[in-house]
């Protein structure tokens, strides 16, 4: 008996390759997250990919998301982005393509891409941005880091028109 045998080391690796398989797969979420018997998010996505199984756990949207956060006031934040990737050993979530943050009172911010540290409630991006706030004035320029709410803003080097009145 003769036996043959190719010598491909390219089939050889292939074989070797652990795929990279989604454990959970979902189309067309509606999540909602309550506190108290009040809804404080509302997640919504075309499809989600859960990666829970791998060394770094990670929830991927590939078709991007659409969050709205509601205060203990009832006060409204949308947050809107082309993708998203929520990673959970670190909880920070990382938003590209046309991110959007909307409040309820016409304060809006606009950028490629940015990060959300969920422990601490805090965004930032080192990405250009641009600030609008509901008087019509704005600020934009390269990386900004700011609260939740919008209260606490820190920019690098910024510029604009800032609209006040005096009462």
């Known amino acids: 008996m003769f036996f043959s045998c190719e010598s491909d080391i390219k089939k050889v690796q292939q074989l070797s390759e652990t795929?990279?398989?989604?454990?959970?797969?979902a189309d067309t979420i509606n999540l909602k997250y309550t506190d108290s018997g009040q809804i404080k998010s509302i997640l919504k996505s075309p499809k989600m990919l859960d990666y829970s199984n791998i060394t770094n756990p990670f929830t991927e949207f590939p078709k991007g998301i659409h969050v709205t956060l509601i205060d203990n006031k009832g006060n409204a934040t949308?947050?809107?982005?082309?993708?998203?990737?929520?990673?959970?050993?670190?909880s920070i979530i990382d938003l590209q393509g046309n991110v959007t943050i909307s409040s309820q009172n016409g304060k809006?911010?606009?950028?490629s891409q940015l990060y959300f540290d969920q422990k601490n409630e805090w965004f930032f991006t080192e990405k250009h941005f641009k600030y609008t706030d509901e008087a019509g004035g704005y600020l934009e320029g390269p990386g900004v880091d700011f609260s939740k709410d919008f209260k606490v803003f820190n920019m690098q080097q910024s510029s604009g028109e800032?609209?006040?009145t005096d009462k």
Do not use: M, R
């Open 19 to 25: 795929s990279f398989i989604p454990t959970g797969e």
């Open 78 to 90: 949308t947050v809107v982005s082309n993708y998203a990737i929520s990673y959970k050993k670190t």
């Open 108 to 111: 809006k911010l606009e950028t």
């Open 162 to 164: 800032v609209n006040t």
